[in-house]
Nanobody, 121 residues
Framework: EVQLVESGGGLVQPGGSLRLSCAAS????????IGWFRQAPGKEREEVSC????????YYADSVRGRFTISSDNAKNTVYLQMNSLKPEDTAVYYC??????????????WGKGTLVTVSS
């Protein structure tokens, strides 16, 4: 059974940083694309970032490029999202999802339950 478990969300002041983790299990960590998505209240879900096996492909939304960094640790079957210079508009529930097997984040097959990030003073 494929499982994705997010962690690392919380309350942070504008300009601060958080690192989200997505612990994956139930599939071979060698042919996948894992993405981070977010959904703010009253808004549609948007793709934030994506990474493929062995870091061959990465993607960032324009709104986060230069502030967020996605990375993976294949030994731990975990994907991270380092979020720096956070803004109030980054407030959302962040989800990780996996597309199997795939070189890019296209049609996501499995989703985590999400972790809440709140950026506020």
């Amino acid at each position: 059974e494929v499982q994705l478990v997010e962690s690392g969300g919380g309350l942070v002041q504008p300009g601060g940083s958080l690192r989200l983790s997505c612990a994956a299990s139930g599939f071979t960590f060698d042919d996948y694309a894992i993405g981070w998505f977010r959904q703010a209240p009253g808004k549609e879900r948007e793709e934030v970032s994506c990474i493929s096996s062995f870091d061959e492909y990465t993607y960032y939304a324009d709104s986060v490029r230069g502030r967020f960094t996605i990375s993976s640790d294949n030994a731990k079957n975990t994907v991270y999202l380092q979020m720096n210079s956070l803004k109030p508009e980054d407030t959302a529930v962040y989800y990780c999802a996996v597309d199997l097997p795939s070189p890019i984040c296209d049609t996501m097959d499995y989703w985590g339950k999400g972790t809440l990030v709140t950026v506020s003073s």
